[in-house]
């Protein structure tokens, strides 16, 4: 197994550039403009309750100190009553549809990833682990529900509130409030230092978070090879060390949180002395009653908490616009190219190969060279050789799966980059060497993708010709059997006969076979073999093997050894030549009757 890849998404510190991205995102708010409205609104009526309360202490302390005690006394508990009612209400309001719209923003980013992920390259699947990609789709998404819901709710909130209270404290004396905002500058200080902090960390631990989900897909993926060769305590290891770098990273972000709050509310007890120091001076306080000094005081006590709770939400914040900048790098990835105009249609299936070479992106060496081939519309081509000469890179060149560097792969007289992509791909089968099944019935997985429509008795005839229906027939619920995760129900020849089958369904007039009997016992094979020849039949097929045996009827055989074409020709012909075929045939030969 492989180590686990040590990613790494860019950290990127701009002030600038972390608004720049949070706005991107808040414009998927868009959508719920409605549940806004409406958040907002109920916010409105929780903000506009703080000063109400520290006005009616106002009138509380005024009217005790006049003694007029007894003519308010339903009218202060209906008061206290009302606003508590009131900021319910709002809190309410502002809650559970703020709730509604980080959902809908979650699921918009979510739906739209995934529809990215079907459309990228396959040089990007190749390039990131599994695990990797499944944290971009699971846990930075839950980390931009913070940043929406409990962001925005707290900054709409108590935002709204600070300034009510702040407006009612400049109402009662604008001398004092100005003393009390000189604080501001000192706080936004702590909070731009937290902020790039906070990012940092959520990138780091958004990293660890994939190097965990990395590891554990490939523990529970090879479980069975764990076992066998002892790797527990090593996957164990390896495990705890990802793990542990997550913890870190985790405690890192609690430290920096944990000194933010106690600094700003240092800072904030501080310009309360201050306040009450400058509020008890004659010379400033004149003109107030008890009730305006009482009331006043309390509104910049309430203070405390909405500013508190606006610079605690910025590791929130800053978590959500860490996960937002990785999920849009993803999502402003290149698609998979498709240049092409020329409809397909039905193809013929000629094939030629020009002048042909190829390398992978970031590979120094060149996987194919100079590779130059005709394969007649009908004819099967055989392709024979070591393992990683590039016979498999040969053949996934025909859907595209990569462009090539040099010359040109022809179908039908034209370039494939001249064909649309879809149209294509519509007129090729392919069945791998890895089976691919998806967890569903065996019906999904015959009939499946373009091929969804197909009738029950065309799916049953796939799977006859496969020599899959008698096995079919004997699963306690027949075709509508699931077959779980990558097929983990069937055996290895069952799934190889399930794909073939998809194949057989298909009907297309290319087929691309890649080692397609290799999972099959003895006699299974012979099966198989009978229905590929039929299947072959009046269609281009590209087979690549191992077993000679298998395509010693085949129209060409090419030998591909170090991503060249060393020799070609029909079975009897290269046993002519006493080549490398001849030399690999007779090793089988020999290696088969020891």
């Not at 819901?149 to 109402?171: H, K, N």
């Not at 089968?429 to 065309?458: M, P």
């Not at 699931?482 to 399930?498: A, D, F, H, T």
């Not at 009978?530 to 010693?552: G, K, P, V, Y």
Request: proline letters at 3%.
């Amino acid at each position: 197994m492989q180590e686990e890849a040590k990613v790494k998404e860019p950290i990127n510190d701009d002030p600038a550039s972390g608004v720049k991205t949070y706005l991107r995102l808040l414009s998927y708010v868009g959508s719920s403009w409605g549940y806004l409205l409406l958040s907002f609104f109920g916010y409105i009526l929780y903000a506009a309750m703080e000063p109400a309360l520290a006005a009616l202490l106002k009138h509380i302390v005024d009217i005790v100190s006049d003694g007029k005690i007894t003519e308010s006394r339903l009218l202060i508990p209906g008061a206290i009553l009302g606003i508590f009612i009131v900021r319910g209400i709002g809190t309410f309001f502002g809650s559970y549809f703020m709730a509604q719209v980080a959902n809908k923003v979650v699921f918009d980013l979510r739906t739209q990833m995934f529809n990215k992920l079907v459309l990228l390259p396959s040089s990007y699947y190749h390039s990131i682990p599994t695990g990797r990609l499944l944290t971009k789709l699971t846990y930075n998404t839950e980390q931009v529900i913070g940043s929406i819901s409990q962001a925005i709710r707290v900054v709409l909130r108590e935002g709204l509130t600070v300034v009510g209270l702040l407006g009612y404290m400049i109402y009662m004396n604008w001398k004092l409030s100005l003393l009390f905002l000189l604080v501001v500058p000192f706080i936004g200080l702590v909070v731009r230092y937290a902020s790039k902090r906070f990012r940092k960390l959520s990138t780091r631990i958004q990293n660890a978070m994939g190097g965990v989900t990395d590891v554990a897909s490939e523990a529970i993926k090879g479980h069975e090879v764990v076992k066998i060769f002892g790797g527990s305590d090593y996957e164990t290891k390896r495990f705890y060390k990802v793990a542990n770098e997550n913890r870190r990273s985790q405690l890192k972000m609690n430290k920096t949180k944990a000194l933010n709050v106690p600094i700003v509310q240092f800072i904030l007890a501080f310009a309360m002395a201050i306040l009450i120091w400058f509020a008890l001076s004659p010379s400033i306080s004149s003109g107030m009653t008890p009730g305006d000094f009482i009331a006043f005081l309390t509104a910049a006590g309430m203070l405390g908490k909405p500013i508190r709770q606006l610079t605690d939400i910025n590791s929130v914040l800053q978590k959500g616009i860490a996960a937002s900048y990785s999920i849009f790098e993803f999502l402003d990835m290149d698609v998979e190219p498709d240049l092409g105009k020329r409809e397909a249609g039905r193809l013929k299936g000629n094939i030629e190969w020009r002048s042909m070479s190829f390398s992978y992106p970031g590979a120094d060496k060149q996987a194919l060279k100079n590779i130059n081939l005709s394969l007649p519309a009908g004819k099967t081509l055989a392709l024979v050789g070591r393992s990683g000469g590039g016979k498999s890179t040969m053949a996934n060149l025909i859907p595209r799966f990569y462009n090539i560097d040099e010359g040109e792969l022809c179908i039908d007289g034209h370039s494939i980059a001249d064909y649309e992509l879809k149209g294509l791909r519509s007129n090729i089968a392919l069945v791998n060497q890895q089976v691919v099944l998806f967890n569903g019935t065996i019906r999904e997985n015959i009939a499946y993708g373009d091929l969804h429509d197909a009738s029950l008795e065309d799916v049953i005839e796939a799977a006859k010709a496969a020599n899959a229906w008698e096995f079919i027939q004997e699963l306690d619920n027949g075709v509508d059997t699931m077959v779980g995760e990558n097929g983990v129900l069937l055996s290895g020849g069952q799934r190889q006969r399930i794909a073939i089958a998809r194949a057989i369904l298909k009907n297309a007039p290319i087929l691309i076979l890649d080692e397609a009997t290799s999972a099959l016992d003895t006699e299974s094979e012979r099966a198989i073999q009978l229905a590929l020849d039929s299947l072959m039949e009046n269609r281009t097929t590209i087979a690549i093997a191992h077993r000679l045996s298998t395509i010693e009827n085949a129209d060409i055989i090419a030998v591909i050894d170090h991503g060249e074409i060393v020799e070609y020709g029909s079975h009897s012909e290269l046993l002519a030549m006493n080549g490398a075929y001849a030399q690999l045939h007779n090793k089988q030969f020999s290696e088969e009757s020891d």
